[in-house]
């Protein structure tokens, strides 16, 4: 048992203390969104390791322990207590952990209103096999790039022009689905200037590797004379 | 010595009496075999080899991602790798294997000869042959479908994946679904009613109970998936906009349709894997199964909750917030019932005296794997979290855990339990341990990575990837881990290839199991068992252990055979007490033409050629018609019982095809209430919703149509209400009267339709009200075919007062026929009038 899970437990704890700074890496959070995920990640992960250890070092311990002779009632008693602890318990307990902390969690990243604050937004059109990017109330169209200011959240309006895409810039927040015919709405916020990557998560044809979306984040100065440089053009 | 010798004679003598109804033949009659052991291992054996083409695929993907930027497979052909891989295994392998295995046991383990319905058995097998023929043939043509194995519109329809491609999957998978609901129909129906003498329903092995929500969950579950693929069919070939915005139809309502079939598919492949967990399990730990209620009860929750989750494939779509905590929460409740199994199996082997053999090491691995499945399963319900990694290189992983750890390796498990079963010899353990070794550090290596190759960013079913982005390293480990894990399956292929030569015999019962299907000989006879015995209990080989003996000595119930009959018990669906015999069918060529011609249909619906496709329609509804007409009820001079014995089902009202009948409305019901759905979801959420002013359909002669149809089913309520009082004078012409009024109910429909302003190909709401008039016509057309065919049977005297099994069959065909109707009528006519006056 113990050998044969050796190589692959090296590698993968290799990889993850070399590989978690990725340029495309949910666990290298550059938003809000995507810190809170990476922060769910990392307890999900502790729980289910301590999980998965317990339970499989009783049932080895279990294959290879000698039992002493029981009765009938003592028996009895230990299977009852093994499945009202472990199968009734513990799951129980873990839902209700991970549900206090996800619901709120997700309701957080909603594109809900902001006191005081009017969000701005800017329209993604998914096209097989290219981004169409549109920043309201301008005339300006851009392919493949979004330009976004740090530290403001925006919605992303994200709709089709063909079939199923999807939005995903795995640094910022989750993703969302780009469907003919509805208008879905992504909130994300950059925390500081520089170039991101996205892609298209959901398969749309023989392009859809080849479907990225260069993101650059601007200072909120920067970006406000991005957009007027780019209106006078 | 002398009464040994003696013994022995009468025994063999026996055996050749019961081979010579029950034998199988040899040759091209092979293809008439319905026996269930048989079709059992053709099940398994075909499955096998899907899985060895499905692996293979998957070998080419892993080459191609080994390294990035490489161009061994061009995008358009890795597109088809990944949705062939993934259909395969789930429709080709997993479904079927498992099936197969059911197929094979559930009649040993509950004392029966065979299934309840072997042609139909006989049947689904050559569905399923055929369908995955056509299917595969795509891949060989280089036109297999692209589109991903969930198949999501508009990607799919005619305009952006023109060609045949999608075809190939819509009609292969729906024929293949065919042969799954009617397996799940005779599992269902075999383990309530055929059950040997005294076994109620909770002294039935583990298993049993596994197959037995497997089976109806198959029933529930296939046929939203049945319905999408005609809807996208009829999408593609006629042009009915079910999926166009454009047109008032909505792509999202597909992943619906397909998410309501595909969540339940997992626990149907999952739940018979764990029932041989809890099969093997005590056996190897020499002490019954803690807690078995308690896991009757989980298997149970497990059904339901499982239909209520299928959201959580959606989360990225942009459902309402409410909406995703419920199914967020309903997601994880599924961690309590398979808690509660865990739990049990580590108390089995805590309180037990475990020994060990190899089927107990694929178990520890399974344990291992599908723990680390379900771990990732619940980080999936979350919704913020599945935003990020929804279908990325982590869902991937998770996936394949969840499969090949809650299937793949029960199935092995059960493979080295079950294999002197199935051969009288005992496998390698050397070979056996090297390829469990293989195995499961190949698939760790491959899948464990996976999922920080997802954490890095990549998307799934991408052909190619650029330097740069770290995923180069975790996909090398991942290629490596793969081809490790092919060699792994192939010293196991290895072993069990070598063990027919050499392994060494295995005798009766080698592990010391506790169930009936060691009872048999091994490999097992046609016929199961000489003689059936009662089983008031749930170790009957521990409890009996002569078992073996008594059965082939005849000692038991039903060991008469000069009378020619196949036979088993019929028995009381909760305890197990004899109610009649079941008298089988034989081997028989219907099936397998039926088959064919169904195969015709589907490529020529594929082909486009419909002049062809009306000929097989004819062709297939003439053999299934002519197999309704070949049944086991004859005339009163062939049914003689021995006195003592219950009749034969023939003679009774609620035999197993009343019971057939109505799993199989349960099945169609599932479909129908599908379309409602269908209908209500595009009114409330399509985007381009167009209704028309005026209603489309006249009221009136639809009503009339209604009328007709509820006095023609209440007039056969009431025949069958004369038979069971022993009455049937004028039964022929009452027969042939209700018929006419089924025939003028379908004569006023049809004018009624055809008077109708519907233009199908025009607006969604035509296409679905036309999908719902189709639907009427089938069942109203089916049920006067049936009727009048009745009445020509009680011409031959094959049906009356002594044989009334038949009618009391067709009965609640019409019950839902007329149910159907006004189900319609409510939510066709009077829905929208209610919507327009609000």
């Not at chain 1, 998965?52 to 009852?80: F, G, S």
């Not at chain 2, 009872?519 to 009996?544: E, G, K, V």
């Not at chain 2, 089938?778 to 005297?797: C, D, E, N, P």
Request: proline letters at 7%; aromatic letters at 12%.
């Amino acid at each position: 048992m113990i050998p044969s899970l050796t190589l692959p437990s090296l590698i993968i704890t290799l990889s993850f203390l070399s590989g978690c700074s990725g340029p495309q890496s949910i666990l290298n959070p550059a938003g809000p969104s995507a810190l809170a995920v990476s922060r769910l990640w990392w307890g999900m992960f502790g729980f289910s390791v301590t999980v998965l250890l317990v339970v499989m070092t009783l049932w080895i311990y279990a294959m290879r322990r000698k039992p002493r002779p029981l009765t009938e009632a003592q028996a009895d008693r230990i299977n009852q207590s093994w499945i009202i602890g472990g199968g009734l318990v513990l799951p129980i307990a873990g839902i209700v952990a991970l549900l206090s902390f996800s619901i709120p969690m997700g309701y957080r990243m909603l594109p809900l209103p902001v006191a005081g604050q009017s969000v701005p937004h800017i329209d993604v059109i998914g096209h097989q096999w290219w981004w169409e990017v549109r920043y309201p109330d301008t005339d300006i169209v851009l392919i493949n790039e979004l330009h976004l200011p740090a530290g403001t959240p925006v919605d992303i309006h994200v709709t089709s022009s063909d079939v199923i895409h999807s939005f995903w810039v795995p640094r910022l927040a989750g993703k969302i689905d780009m469907i003919p015919g509805r208008t879905n709405v992504l909130r994300i916020e950059a925390d500081a200037p520089g170039q991101l990557l996205g892609k298209c998560a959901e398969f749309c044809g023989v392009g859809h590797a080849h479907m990225l979306l260069e993101v650059q984040v601007h200072t909120p100065e920067d970006y406000e004379a991005w957009l007027e440089a780019y209106e006078y053009e | 010595m002398n009464t040994n010798n003696e013994t022995r004679k009468t025994r063999d003598a026996l055996h050749d009496e019961f081979l010579k109804v029950w034998g199988n033949p040899r040759g091209w009659h092979a293809l008439t075999i319905v026996n269930h052991t048989t079709v059992g291992i053709r099940f398994m054996v075909t499955g096998g080899i899907f899985f060895l083409i499905g692996g293979l695929l998957a070998m080419l993907m892993r080459t191609q991602l080994a390294l990035p930027e490489q161009d061994i497979i061009e995008p358009k052909l890795y597109d088809q790798l990944f949705t062939m891989h993934g259909t395969v295994m789930m429709f080709l392998f997993a479904v079927p294997v498992l099936e197969g295995l059911a197929m094979y046991l559930i009649p040993k383990m509950i004392g029966a000869r065979d299934l309840v319905f072997p042609r139909l058995s006989a049947f689904g097998y050559w569905c399923y042959l055929f369908g995955s023929l056509i299917l595969m043939s795509s891949l060989v043509l280089g036109i297999a479908p692209a589109g991903g194995w969930f198949m999501y519109t508009p990607l799919t329809n005619n305009v952006y994946s023109p060609g045949p491609n999608v075809d190939f999957w819509l009609l292969g998978v729906t024929f293949i679904e065919i042969s799954a609901v009617s397996a799940g129909i005779e599992l269902t129906v075999s383990i309530l009613r055929t059950r040997t003498s005294g076994m109620a329903l909770l002294h039935m092995p583990l298993f049993c109970w596994y197959i037995l929500v497997m089976a109806l969950m198959i029933v529930f579950g296939f046929p939203p998936l049945i319905l999408g693929s005609i809807l996208l069919e009829l999408e593609r070939a006629v042009g009915m906009p079910f999926f166009d915005v454009a047109r008032g139809g909505d792509p999202i309502l597909w992943q619906h349709l397909f998410w309501l079939f595909g969540h339940p598919e997992v626990y149907i492949i999952f739940l018979p894997a764990a029932g041989i967990v809890s099969t093997l399990l005590p056996v190897f730990s020499r002490q019954p199964i803690v807690g078995y209620r308690w896991i009757v009860l989980a298997i149970i929750s497990t059904g339901f909750i499982s239909f209520g989750l299928w959201v959580h494939h959606m989360f990225t779509v942009g459902i309402p917030q409410l909406a995703q905590a419920f199914f967020s929460m309903a997601s994880m409740l599924v961690a309590i019932p398979t808690g509660i199994q865990l739990f049990a199996w580590l108390a089995t082997l805590w309180t037990g005296r475990p020994v060990y053999h190899v089927p107990m090491l694929w178990l520890v691995g399974f344990l291992f794997i599908f723990m680390i499945g379900g771990l990732t399963g619940v980080m999936l319900a979350l919704v913020p979290f599945n935003w990020q990694v929804h279908d990325t290189h982590f869902v991937v992983a998770h996936l394949h855990y969840v499969m090949v750890g809650g299937m793949l390796f029960p199935l092995l498990a059960g493979l080295y339990y079950w294999l002197p079963h199935f051969s009288g010899r005992m496998p390698s353990d050397k070979l056996a341990r090297w390829g469990f070794w293989l195995t499961f550090v190949g698939f760790n290596t491959t899948f464990l990575v996976m999922h920080l190759t997802g954490f890095l960013g990549m998307p799934r079913r991408v052909y190619t990837y650029q330097a740069g982005m770290g995923w180069e390293l975790p996909n090398s480990v991942s290629s490596v881990g793969g081809f490790i894990m092919a060699m792994g399956i192939a010293m196991v292929l290895l072993d069990i290839v070598l063990h027919f030569r050499f392994g060494r015999p295995a005798g009766s019962n080698p592990w010391g199991a506790d169930t009936l299907e060691w009872a048999t000989d091994t490999p097992p006879q046609p016929y199961n068992f000489i003689s059936l015995p009662d089983c008031p209990m749930r170790h009957p080989m521990w409890d009996q252990p002569d078992l073996q003996t008594t059965i082939a000595e005849g000692h038991h119930g039903l060991s008469e055979i000069d009378h020619g009959r196949r036979e088993t018990w019929g028995s009381d669906p909760v305890s197990g007490a004899i109610r009649e015999i079941i008298h089988l069918p034989g081997n028989s060529w219907l099936p397998f033409y039926s088959a064919l011609a169904l195969s015709v249909l589907c490529i020529s619906l594929l082909t486009r050629t419909y002049s062809m496709a009306l000929i097989a329609v004819v062709a297939s509804l003439l053999l299934l018609l002519s197999w309704s007409w070949k049944n086991c009820v004859y005339l009163e001079a062939d049914s003689a019982v021995k006195p003592g014995y219950p009749p034969l089902h023939s003679r009774t009202f609620n035999g197993p095809g009343l019971w057939g009948m109505v799993v199989t409305l349960l099945a169609d019901g599932a479909l129908f209430l599908a379309i409602l759905f269908g209908w209500l979801y595009l009114r409330v959420v399509a985007p381009n919703w167009q209704a028309p002013d005026t209603a489309p359909l006249a009221w009136l002669p639809l009503l009339i149509s209604g009328v007709l149809l509820t006095v023609a089913t209440f007039w056969h309520h009431f025949i069958v209400r004369r038979l069971r009082a022993g009455r049937d004078d004028h039964l022929q012409g009452q027969l042939w009267g209700i018929a006419v009024i089924g025939l003028a109910h379908c004569c006023v429909f049809i004018w009624a339709w055809s008077a109708s302003s519907l233009v199908a190909t025009q607006t969604a709401h035509d296409a679905v009200i036309a999908v719902i008039l189709m639907y009427q016509l089938f069942h109203s057309g089916l049920a006067v075919i049936m009727t009048a065919l009745q009445a020509k049977r009680v011409a031959y005297g094959y049906v009356g007062k002594t044989a009334p099994y038949e009618i009391a069959v067709v009965k609640p065909w019409w019950i839902y026929t007329n149910a159907v109707f006004w189900l319609s009528f409510l939510a066709v006519i009077m829905l929208p009038i209610a919507w327009r006056s609000a």
